[in-house]
């Protein structure tokens, strides 16, 4: 039988219990605490349809209990997921919370998944629900949800902010609900994936929480910070690094950005006086540019952090200057483990690494990268590249349904293989410098090589498809496809493109480029190697 959630081991858990780290609390406990320590402090100030929204604490604690009310009216709570696709809209807090109260766990989806993604979503989790906009971008959420709801027997629900049915939810009778168990699975991230669609990663109220407390108290925040959600608010990294959650937790205001771009970022840092934001590096370097020529006064913005991908030291030099604020490198991914860079870090370290873990209790293992079942004892020498392994306190010990993958994605003893090369330095900062698995990091999207392959495969003129990280100074990476035609006339590059676009997936996913070509390179003994072929792939493309 498929397990949903693989636990941490009864003693392990007592340790860390023990400790403090897990302190019995859930989302919605906390901010019932929060509402009544900072009732009314701005807790969110965002925009939706050009009009603006600010609550406070108190406010905010309010609207939670009444869409919780909500979701037990519609018979949804105790474990049901809902798979959340909303942009950075300020109703996105209350939603989640409410759902926290509720017992019912959030699925988070990207504004930019489309069809193909929201129904593998939806069909393994088993959703209940899919909450959603109308229209956001140009594109039709609640027509393509309503389109899944179709496909997937177990969504009974769709609700699109601003429709009868979700004001209705929003404006029940609050009423208290039984408090989840905080060692239960509390919500479903969404893995980077490294082979087909992303995997769902089971999160709890203590292991989360932790987590988010520890970067609140890394990051400085204080009540009188204010943090400007400037990426996907979804996303692990916007949402806990230290994020919207770190923001409420240390009694700070969030304001949620509409659109990342530097007019819209630079606007809102005066306007609302923003302290702390987090960025990838590509809009950082946007960032960097815009602010020589911008009129906008960036003067209260004290720290910004840069993730989600490498930050070349290129980059990080010229952050400070440029924006008249402090660099914070922060690395981390959606399964656990997160580093920062310490606000109090000499600079060659800020500018040369990606941080050192949280938390004393990540347990951390550089091993033979060239030996794919390197165990957690198969540590390279001190300063050396190596896979990168860990386990801890907000690590979690297997992806959800998922028996067969945690197979290898984890060691017997538990330590999850995070795909990542790094160097571990003698402070224990880790400088990232490339990845194992086949995955492509454009922009701090990761994407599978192989799905993106098997969409381009499926098109009649299409024979073998091979999908590669080309190296970008923008996005870090961006995508190449090299496609070996079918029989007769082959297709061109903008036909496969839209060919990819138009079978429903996140337009990151998209290539970049496309190379059709007459055959794939193989190996010295003849066969085709996928790992080889690869390889052969990204030295052509460097060559070229």
Request: aromatic share 6%; net charge negative; glycine share 10%.
């Amino acid at each position: 039988m498929t397990r949903d959630h693989v636990p941490w081991p009864p003693e392990v858990a007592a340790r860390y219990r023990a400790s403090g780290h897990w302190r019995g609390q859930t989302f919605g406990a906390l901010l019932t605490s929060l509402s009544a320590a900072y009732a009314e402090r701005t807790a969110v100030v965002g925009e939706r349809d050009g009009a603006v929204t600010r609550w406070t604490f108190a406010e905010l604690d309010e609207r939670a209990h009444r869409i919780a009310a909500g979701f037990a009216g519609l018979g949804i709570g105790d474990g049901d997921r809902v798979v959340v696709q909303l942009p950075n809209v300020p109703e996105f807090v209350p939603v989640v919370f409410g759902l926290w109260r509720a017992g019912a766990l959030p699925v988070f989806a990207l504004p930019a998944h489309r069809h193909s993604e929201l129904t593998h979503f939806a069909a393994q989790s088993e959703a209940a629900a899919i909450l959603t906009v109308e229209q956001h971008d140009r594109h039709d959420h609640a027509a393509m949800a309503r389109d899944v709801a179709a496909e997937v027997p177990s969504v009974r629900h769709v609700l699109a902010l601003g429709s009868a049915e979700f004001d209705g939810l929003a404006a029940t009778a609050p009423r208290e609900l039984p408090d989840p168990d905080s060692e239960g699975v509390a919500f479903l991230q969404l893995s980077g994936g490294s082979t087909g669609l992303p995997k769902l990663i089971p999160r709890t109220h203590d292991d989360y929480l932790y987590s988010v407390r520890e970067s609140a108290r890394i990051c400085a925040l204080r009540p009188d910070s204010v943090y400007l959600a400037a990426l996907p608010v979804a996303h692990n990294y916007p949402l806990s690094s230290p994020g919207v959650l770190g923001a409420l937790h240390a009694g700070a205001a969030t304001v949620l950005a509409p659109r990342p771009d530097p007019d819209t970022a630079f606007r809102l840092i005066e306007s609302e006086g923003v302290t702390i934001t987090g960025v990838v590096p590509p809009l950082a370097a946007a960032w960097v540019q815009a602010a020589a020529r911008t009129e906008r006064d960036l003067s209260t913005l004290e720290t910004l952090l840069v993730g989600g991908a490498k930050c070349g030291r290129e980059l990080a030099e010229r952050i400070g200057p440029a924006l008249g604020c402090r660099l914070q490198q922060v690395f981390g991914m959606a399964e656990g483990l997160v580093c920062y860079t310490r606000l109090d870090d000499p600079e060659p370290i800020v500018l040369a690494t990606q941080g050192r873990p949280i938390s004393l209790d990540d347990e951390i293992r550089v091993v033979d990268p060239d030996n794919p079942a390197a165990s957690s004892t198969d540590v390279v020498a001190a300063g050396e590249v190596g896979a990168l392994l860990t386990r801890g306190p907000y690590t979690i010990r297997g992806y959800y349904r998922a028996d067969e993958h945690n197979a290898t994605a984890f060691t017997p003893d538990g330590f999850y293989r995070t795909g990542d090369l790094v160097r571990r330095g003698p402070t224990g900062h880790l400088e990232v410098v490339g990845r194992t698995k086949e995955q492509i990091n454009r922009g701090g999207e990761k994407l599978a090589a192989e799905e993106v392959e098997n969409h381009l495969m499926a098109h009649p003129g299409v024979l073998d498809a091979a999908v590669v990280g080309v190296p970008d100074e923008y996005l870090g990476e961006r995508t190449c496809a090299y496609v070996v035609p079918a029989a007769g006339a082959a297709p061109t590059a903008p036909e496969l493109r839209r060919f990819v676009r138009e079978r429903g997936v996140a337009s990151f996913k998209v290539p970049d480029l496309v190379v059709v070509v007459d055959v794939f390179p193989v190996t010295g003994v003849g066969k085709t190697s996928k790992r080889e072929l690869r390889a052969a792939l990204a030295a052509l493309t460097k060559e070229g």
